[in-house]
């Protein structure tokens, strides 16, 4: 049987981040260069709750969406609604069955438990993006972060024709903080902070 993780505790911390988050700083640029913090909150939001679908099996549009597909934005209420599906999709993946067979997420059929660890490393990376992005302290969980860096590496050591899913690897020192790593593993610049205005 597949070990299952619990999102719990990164799905708290990017909970967390959500709600020190000011309405203020919703236009505000994120590492992710096509997303304002409205868009990547609005994302989080989106993938919270098809990661449910994901977890349960219940596939439909919510699973078939490519997440390039559009670009998405906060409504109204959107703190309550991202706090309902961080705790939604926590409570999906601690489902033994959510780990086992086939799901689809994003258009793509996968093992369940490749998708759970997929689900759990969105919320590593964009808990950091919305850290960043915010000014604001980032802990994530540690088990969560073993967790992407496993999953990144077994990526960038893969099969080189199938592209990078996030963009480029960022070399990092090999002595860096585990963190730094699984965000150059993931394109990112462990560097980045919001430009100064």
């Known amino acids: 049987m597949t070990e299952m993780i619990d999102f719990a505790a990164q799905a708290r911390e990017v909970s967390r981040l959500a709600a020190g988050t000011a309405e ?51 409504d109204p209420g959107w703190r309550a609604e991202l ?4 705790a939604g999709m926590a409570a999906a993946w601690r489902t033994p069955d959510a780990w086992q067979g086939e799901t689809q997420a994003g258009g793509v059929t996968l093992p369940g438990a490749v998708a759970g660890q997929v689900a759990l490393n969105e919320l590593v ?27 990144l590496t077994s990526w960038a050591e893969s099969d080189a024709t199938t592209g990078p899913l996030f963009g480029s690897v960022v070399p990092v ?21 919001p430009p100064v205005r």
Do not use: I
């Open 83 to 86: 706090d309902r599906n961080l």
């Open 125 to 151: 990376l964009h808990g950091w993006d919305l850290a960043r992005a915010t000014s604001q302290e980032y802990v994530p969980d540690p088990d969560a972060l073993q967790v992407s860096y496993a999953l």
């Open 24 to 74: 203020q700083q919703l236009d505000a640029p994120t590492p992710c260069e096509k997303y304002a913090v409205r868009h990547l909150l609005g994302h989080l939001v989106g993938l919270a709750a098809a990661f449910q679908d994901v977890a349960r099996k219940d596939l439909g549009p919510a699973t078939r969406l490519s997440p390039d597909a559009m670009r998405p934005d906060v």
């Open 173 to 193: 020192p090999e002595s860096a903080p585990l963190l730094d790593k699984v965000l150059g593993l993931a394109g990112r610049r462990p560097d980045w902070r």
